[in-house]
Nanobody
Framework: QVQLVESGGGSVQAGGSLRLSCQASGFTYSKFCMGWFRQAPGKEREVVALVDSDGSTRYANSVKDRFTISRDSANNILYLQMNTLQPDDTAMYYC?????????????????WGQGTQVTVSS
């Protein structure tokens, strides 16, 4: 049974940091592209950061140089280190997995999704 379980969300003030984690199970983690996505109230879900099985990464322009995505292949964990958080980063954050090949930004390409973890940034 495939599971993606996010954790690490919370409430912080602007300028603060959080690290999100996503524990994956039930599939061959090393053969999947992994991504973080977010959805703010009243907005569409959007890509935040992607990491392919070879470790290559891509970021949304809005988070570049502030967020870092990484994957721990030994323990099947996906991370998102978020620094210099801003109120516009407030959203529900989801991790998702897509079987190789390819690591697109299109949400519809991702087969498995977690339930999400809430991040709230106050000014």
């Amino acid at each position: 049974q495939v599971q993606l379980v996010e954790s690490g969300g919370g409430s912080v003030q602007a300028g603060g940091s959080l690290r999100l984690s996503c524990q994956a199970s039930g599939f061959t983690y090393s053969k999947f592209c992994m991504g973080w996505f977010r959805q703010a109230p009243g907005k569409e879900r959007e890509v935040v950061a992607l990491v392919d099985s070879d470790g290559s990464t891509r970021y949304a322009n809005s988070v570049k140089d502030r967020f870092t995505i990484s994957r721990d292949s030994a323990n099947n964990i996906l991370y998102l280190q978020m620094n210099t958080l801003q109120p516009d980063d407030t959203a529900m954050y989801y991790c998702a997995a897509k079987r190789n090949p390819g690591c697109p930004s299109s949400l519809s390409a991702y087969e498995y999704w977690g339930q999400g973890t809430q991040v709230t940034v106050s000014s």
